[in-house]
């Protein structure tokens, strides 16, 4: 089992910054498929980025590239989100999930995934 704790959430005006974490524990993440996705209200569960296996191989949405960065450091068992020049529409709930046997062409499907952790609320607003 992998339990999963997001934190660094909160309110930011436009332009802002925020670095979300998702720390994993139970297990190590190595080999495993770390991926953010949101959840706006009204809307449905929305792919953000994504770390496939290793951690080399990231991916993102068209939404935030340019803007939001991701990384992983192994030792400390944790994922990062930078996330930068935030909009209003990045205003949502923010999850992190992992799988171990994701293949990459389920990257985006929440449905793939089997750990999810509690979430954490990003609002972007002046």
Not at 24 to 52: D, H
Request: aromatic fraction near 12%; hydrophobic fraction near 35%.
């Amino acid at each position: 089992q992998v339990q999963l704790v997001e934190s660094g959430g909160g309110l930011v005006p436009p332009g802002g910054s925020l670095r979300l974490s998702c720390t994993a524990s139970g297990r190590a993440l190595n080999g495993y498929t770390i991926t953010w996705f949101r959840q706006a209200p009204g809307n449905e569960r929305e792919f953000v980025a994504g770390t496939f296996r290793s951690g080399s191989n990231l991916h993102y949405a068209n939404s935030v590239k340019g803007r939001f960065t991701l990384s992983r450091d192994n030792a400390k068992n944790t994922v990062y989100l930078q996330m930068n020049n935030l909009k209003a529409e990045d205003t949502a709930i923010y999850y992190c999930a992992a799988d171990r046997q994701l293949i990459l062409s389920c990257l985006r499907l929440p449905s793939q995934y089997d750990y999810w952790g509690q979430g954490t609320q990003v609002f972007v607003s002046s």
